[in-house]
């Protein structure tokens, strides 16, 4: 794979990075993983706007111009010739001459910024969203600032062993009796017609791919309800699923060992997800 790190493309086993380095010494840094599909970006604008969001709240400078982002995610899919597949992408606060908790000066420590990309051929056509996935819930102990996408991935990273150990796929987290989101994803509930999902705060990351399927389901003339809700609810509801930009909208058939209808992922979900692949295809760059 050839990969990017402040500026060069290289090929991965020569690029590197300084062991001082804020991202790996305090978890200091931002991403965002687009997916390509077609070989073209999936909501670039999206997740280019959320970056210079989480480096704003951050008080991160900003080490790229949006144009020249859009210019290396196209690049790395063009030299690794990536047909589907994701590009992670990263900014931490750089390398200081020591350790210290004080942010460095932005003049004289410059942020560190790498891309790598990830084939996944069949992405779009993944034979988990025909099966669905089960969930588990557990406690969300994370920070108070989840709308920013940090690095910080501990707790996820734990939740989702969780989740396997107990012969599951994801978790969801709750916290104060309602599910916050997913570890790598948004929730959703479906009654009827209605698409329930939580409301945009600091306790969930403002997903692109939630963006997009909200209004695609207003415009298939579904119901949006931006509420809480709880775990009790999702088992009761016809269908659940989650959303991101690398499952797109993936069914939940069952929550907590308890089966959601008759345990195979429902019409609004499916429906959903083409509606999703189909739109994001003919607008993908
Ligand atoms: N919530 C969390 C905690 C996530 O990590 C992600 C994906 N990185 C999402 C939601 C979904 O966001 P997106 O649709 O932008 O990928």
């Known amino acids: 794979r050839t990969v990017y790190v402040n500026g060069d493309y290289l090929p991965e086993n020569e690029a590197k990075v300084s062991i001082f380095d804020r991202g790996f010494l305090m978890a200091d840094g931002v991403y965002e993983v687009t997916s390509v599909i077609d070989g073209k970006l999936i909501d670039f604008d999206g997740h280019a706007k959320r970056l210079e969001r989480s480096l704003n709240e951050l008080n991160m400078p900003h080490p ?46 410059p942020c560190t910024i790498v891309l790598f990309t990830q084939n996944k051929p069949g992405l779009a056509d993944s034979p988990a969203a025909k099966k669905g996935m089960k969930v588990i819930s557990i406690e969300d102990q994370r920070w108070g600032r989840r709308d920013i996408k940090t690095v910080q991935l501990l707790y996820p990273s734990m939740g989702k062993m969780m989740a396997k150990a107990a012969g599951a796929d994801d978790a969801w987290m709750v916290e104060d009796g309602a599910v916050t989101e997913g570890t790598s994803n948004n929730a959703y509930i479906v009654r009827g017609n209605t698409i329930i999902t939580r409301q945009l705060s600091n306790d969930i990351l403002h997903g692109i791919t939630r963006a997009a399927v909200l209004r695609f389901a207003k ?18 509801a016809d269908e659940a699923f989650i959303t991101s930009a690398s499952t797109f909208v993936m069914p939940v058939v069952e929550i907590d060992g308890a089966a959601l209808g008759d345990g195979t992922p429902g019409p609004v979900s499916a429906r959903l997800r083409e509606i999703y692949l189909d739109e994001s295809r003919k607008a993908a760059i």
């Open 219 to 236: 415009e298939a003339q579904m119901t949006v309800e931006e509420r809480a809700f709880t775990i009790e609810e999702a088992q009761g």
């Open 64 to 109: 790229i111009s949006m144009d020249d982002l859009l210019k290396v995610h196209r690049e790395l899919v063009r030299i690794n010739e990536i047909e589907e597949g994701m590009i992670y992408l990263q900014i931490t606060r750089g390398a200081p001459d020591d350790r210290d908790f004080v942010f460095p000066d932005p003049e004289t420590t």
